[in-house]
């Protein structure tokens, strides 16, 4: 029977551990492909602490790896397993489960109540893995392909859309979401702490409504050539159904004439006051979903 072991995540630098990660997804219908960089801005962008990160090891080969998010609250430590994988030549050896047992551990020795992780709907070994170990179901996590070419017909001059800075867009956020139910509040990726440290790829704006001296919500896009990741929309609950979301995305589309879609990734929970909206704009709701699954700690 082979021999797993398991050694922290800083033994390894940055390229081993990057295409260890792509190795393990290598085989996904959605293949990973990162960069050194890519690492890098992940592991600042969602509190990936290395130190709390795992390398699983086959006979002495790299096999598989863990790696764990930590955030402390007032309510307490957060942490959530951001991903792990097992490259396919050592699969079924028991390497997940060692990865992933080792992360409750070291989770409930800091203290941490509960432990999340994210797993795609279809991914049922994986799920199977995840509920043997106590997680259950939390919520389900959508996402959308929105067309642009329509949304660029709509009326634009109802909103004028402002450059802001992190801060100000974390002010706008806590408006907007200060009274979401929790099963609609934003997914760690996307939460405060996250939305505070997004890279310079990402362009934030103020919605401010023609003639108010307010803005009445927030826009955050991620640019790419022909695609553009929207990456939050929030306008505050007093002006909500007056359309305002929707001009807002038809004014970003005018600033950007070579953007053909608008990109939703699966971190939008069901619930959110956004479905229901991409919906009404077209948007075409992606095959794959996430659920996102909690294990009680304490």
Known sequence: MPVVTLEPARALCCADLTGLLNRAFADDSAPVHLSCADLEATITHDDILIDASHVAYVDGAPAGVALAAVRARRAGTRTRLATMGVVPEHRRLGVGRALLRR??????????????????????????????????????????????????????????????AAHEALAHFAACTAQEMAEAAPPWQLDAPSLARLGSSTRMYAVVPAGAARAAGYLVLGQSSSAAGLVHLGIVPAWRRQGLGTAALAAALREYPTLETLYV??????????????????????????????LALC
């Open 265 to 294: 990734p699966p971190l939008v929970p069901a619930a959110s006051p956004l479905v229901p909206f991409l919906h009404a704009l077209g948007g075409v709701r992606d095959r794959d979903e996430q659920i996102e699954m909690e």
């Open 103 to 164: 992360v409750i551990d070291d989770a409930r020795a800091r203290g941490a109540r509960t432990l999340l992780v994210e797993v795609l709907a279809r991914n049922a070994p994986a799920r199977f893995l995840y509920e043997a170990h106590g997680f259950v179901p939390r919520r389900r996590l959508v996402g959308f392909t929105v067309a642009g070419a329509p949304l660029r017909s709509r009326r634009v001059g109802r909103v004028h859309l402002q450059p802001i």
